[in-house]
């Protein structure tokens, strides 16, 4: 019949109120934050497994060594680390590939090839083993004074810092923006409280139970925010898989950047923001009345 | 001691519907609407209660469905003494009176069919549970074809009986009425007196405000009359 769901004793407003478009872009921001958050937990995985299960040696040349001293503590070197139990494989880069390492930086002329370049050697771990880098360093020390070991250790975890950082900015923008949505919602509960007086001391009048009156404004309420944080979402949504196609499609969005591309399972994850946008609204919205209706009941 | 006296208070107003005892009546500072008004409404019966306009007849009636407290005296509906009963309960005994208001205050933005409904609903009924019984009603009161219509499409005398279906449709203890027939022609007026003292029959306590004499005439109920905020008991029951 005409009633519909209870609850519908509120008007429908026509087309978008402000506290709708609020809500959306409170909705879309959100989904940013928190496809963001994803992203570095996804890029800092990542960087860590490449990194964790390597080690790199190198042998710096001190000034007046032969290149025939210098290749020997690399071999040196090379054979401690095969030696090493947990290390699955161990090279010597070639002086050809060491040279293409730095030759974008100080360009392929004659200024390269007289170049004190290092060695460097390039090491595997067993996938999931721990080395003792510090006994390691020291090892190799003894026998190759010029070598020095680098587990990325440093690396791995200002990595970490910085997911961990993205992450927790990204939490407390997502806090702020449900404590700006709870304060739109109470806002716009009030003035509708305030544009409905009449309706209300009716309802009051008639018997109705405070919890009946909050009822139909939290449905209100509910249905409106889920309504446009659906469409906030659904933008931010867009936004990702868009970049994520560009980015297949190898347009890069920014070099030295993380991929912007969410995969699907994770795009999953940004429908909680409408759900927790309508929980918060509709929470709010109840909360308000029946503060509100304390003064006439 | 106390507590038997007030056992025994309460078992006396048991079957007064509604209670008046020197129950006087002013807006803030003004003068006094209502003066040692003193009446009981027994259970199932019918009056009607006459003045001229300013009398204090709607006065009257917000003591009774609570939208204004009593200055002095002592009120009591269903047996509670209002003065002494816990908010809480209050929503509990207004759902057991229906109000005709003068100015009817029907949701402009619902349907007739949704108006009519409200207190079913406050009530906590199920929609399928109580379609047929307001259709019914809708008909009853000539409104059958316009269920859909909301109020602002609708005449006042229409709209009144929007208003008259909404507060009987959930049966009430006790229902009063503010004017109910002021706007309609005198059939209708009947019809709706007739719908009145249906619902009289089933066991709801009725009190009707109205200036209109020939209504009175016809069901020879009971007349309580306000002169000056005064009451004059000018016919008891039936005869
Ligand atoms: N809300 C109010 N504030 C102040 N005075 C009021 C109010 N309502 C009614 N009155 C006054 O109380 C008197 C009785 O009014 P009312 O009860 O409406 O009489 P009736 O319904 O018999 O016409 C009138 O003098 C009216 O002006
Ligand atoms: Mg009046």
Known sequence: ?297 | MQARLARRKRRRYGAAMVRFENVGMRYGAGPEVLRDVTFVLEAGSFTFLTGLSGAGKTTLLKLIDMTEPPSRGLVTLFGNDLSVTKRSAFPALRRRIGVVFQDFRLLPHLSAFDNVALPLRIAGKRENDYVQDVEELLSWVGLGERMQAKPATLSGGEQQRIAIARAVVARPDLLIADEPTGNVDSEIGQRLIRLFAELNRLGTTVLIATHDRSLIEDLRAREMRLVDGRLVELRSARP
């Open chain 1, 1 to 297: 019949m005409s009633l519909g769901a209870p609850g519908s004793i509120l008007p429908r407003e026509k087309g978008a109120a402000p506290l709708d478009v609020v809500i959306a872009v409170m909705a879309f921001l959100a989904a940013l934050a928190l496809g963001a958050s994803l992203l570095a937990e996804r890029t800092a995985a990542g960087w860590r497994a490449g990194l964790s299960d390597r080690l790199t040696v190198q042998i710096v040349p001190p000034a007046n060594i032969s290149a025939k001293a210098l290749a020997r503590e690399a071999e040196t070197a090379l054979s401690i680390l095969r030696a090493t139990a947990g290390i699955a494989h161990a090279e010597m880069l070639s002086e050809s590939q060491t040279q293409a390492l730095v030759a974008p930086w100080i360009g392929s002329g004659a200024l390269l090839s007289e170049l004190p370049l290092p060695r460097l050697i390039d090491a595997t771990l067993v996938p999931g083993a721990r080395i003792d880098s510090a006994g390691l360093a020291r090892a190799l020390k003894r026998a190759a004074p010029d070598s020095e070991l680098d587990d990325h250790a440093r690396w791995i975890a200002r990595l970490a810092g910085l997911a961990a950082g993205i992450t927790w900015s990204a939490y407390v923008i997502l806090f702020l923006i449900a404590l700006a949505t709870a304060s739109a919602v109470a806002f716009a509960t009030r003035a509708g409280l305030d544009a409905h007086r009449e309706m209300v001391e009716l309802l009051h009048q008639m018997g109705a139970r405070p919890s009946f009156i909050a009822n139909a404004f939290e449905r209100h309420y509910f249905m409106s925010t889920l309504g446009a944080a659906l469409a906030g979402g659904a933008l931010a949504a867009v936004f990702f898989l868009v970049a994520g196609s560009l980015e297949s499609a190898g347009v890069e969005a920014a070099p030295f950047l993380p991929p912007l591309g969410l995969k699907m399972s994770e795009i999953g994850w940004l429908a909680l923001v409408p759900a927790i946008a309508g929980i918060i609204a509709l929470a709010t919205a109840r909360l308000s009345v029946l503060a509100a209706l304390r003064k006439i009941y």
